[in-house]
């Protein structure tokens, strides 16, 4: 995925993550629709997913109102681990901006704006690109979630819980979206980290699947650079 | 709000503030070598796959059918709504018709 060298912040934004906010907006619809379920109110739901703005997160913590604090913290430190590596990979992106800029893009860090930042290869255009591109994702998953609040009791307890494997679906375009944003000789680079993961929970707690699973992913792009397959992607 | 959500939300509101904070600072302080950032690029996408790997294994054969619905469309038309939609559609399947008791299996026992 290029960008073209005279195209708007707000069209190369919207051409990376216009449709992944729509998505997000039918996600947050499940996470309202789960909420109500869940007794909360409207208010709750709302500012709940205004402040934390990241699904997994949110969904995983959410039935686990009577458990330890140290047990809902660690599962959400966990669960937002992709959120600190992406942060990472988005440090060198967006270094070159003032810094109260980066400090307030900071929580609109999420799958969606992390991919537009990647995809956009003008040095220039990035801040502006992830920025428009986390405000659309972060307002659809907002109004989503309220949405789903509102419309709970349109939607049958078992719809919803079945449609709780739309959050895998989703990561699986985010997968296919990555492979198109990172140069083609490492497209696939995740699938180890895939393979390993699903095989390991066969046997093994899920927290340990997923630390093997992202080491193999670690170990395979290290090995990939030290044959010279990975370059400098986005000029 | 009571107590008991308000603490929930405080501890995941801090938690992923320290992840994406966290994150953020130690990506700055990084040395600028093509390579490292190269590959720093490349480590979300492995967290992603780690999370969805099980989850995969995990499911029932309708689900699946689900997920490969949804991917093969998103490769399709790159767009994120019609696929999302699809595979929405094939999950809710069980709601609208009758469909064999093994599709609603998971494969893992």
Avoid at chain 1, 62 to 76: E, G, H, R, S
Avoid at chain 1, 167 to 195: C, D, E, N, Q, Y
Avoid at chain 2, 44 to 58: E, K
Avoid at chain 2, 67 to 94: D, K, M, Q, S, Y
Wanted: glycine share 10%.
């Amino acid at each position: 995925m290029s960008t073209a060298p005279d195209e708007s912040a707000f069209h190369a934004a919207f051409r990376f993550a216009g449709s992944i906010g729509i998505g997000t907006g039918i996600f947050g619809l499940l996470y309202g629709a789960a909420c109500n379920g869940a007794g909360l109110s409207l208010v709750a739901t709302v500012l709940f997913s205004a402040a934390v703005f990241t699904g997994a997160a949110q969904f995983t913590v959410l039935p686990m109102t009577d458990v330890a604090w140290i047990t809902v913290f660690l599962a959400a430190l966990f669960v937002s681990l992709r959120l600190f590596l992406m942060s990472i990979s988005l440090g060198g992106h967006l270094s070159h901006v003032p810094w109260w800029k980066q400090v307030l893009a900071v929580p609109i860090i999420i799958d969606g704006s992390w991919i537009a930042a990647l995809a956009e290869t003008r040095w220039r255009m990035k801040f502006a690109v992830f920025t428009i591109a986390g405000l659309w994702i972060w307002t659809n998953w907002v109004v989503g979630t309220a949405l789903g609040h509102l419309a709970a009791s349109l939607v049958p307890r078992s719809a919803v819980e079945a449609l709780a494997f739309s959050g895998a679906i989703f990561l699986g375009m985010l997968l296919a979206m990555v492979a198109r944003a990172v140069p083609a000789t490492r497209a696939w680079h995740w699938l180890p980290s895939l393979a390993v993961s699903g095989a390991a929970s066969l046997v093994m707690p899920l927290w340990v699947a997923f630390l093997l699973g992202l080491g193999t992913g670690i170990a395979a792009i290290v090995a990939g650079q030290a044959t010279g397959g990975a370059g400098r992607h986005d000029g | 709000m009571d107590s008991s959500f308000a603490s929930m939300f405080l501890l995941t509101l801090v938690a992923v503030v320290l992840c994406r904070a966290g994150g953020y600072a130690i990506g700055l302080l990084l040395p600028d070598r093509a390579g490292l950032r190269a590959a720093l690029d490349l480590v979300p996408a492995c967290a992603i796959a780690a999370v969805l790997g099980p989850r995969l294994v995990a499911a029932t054969p309708l689900a699946l059918v689900a997920f490969a619905v949804g991917v093969t469309l998103f490769l399709w038309r790159r767009e994120f709504v019609v696929p999302l939609v699809a595979g929405c559609g094939v999950l809710i399947l069980p709601e609208v018709v009758a469909v064999p008791a093994w599709l609603l299996t998971p494969l893992q026992p």
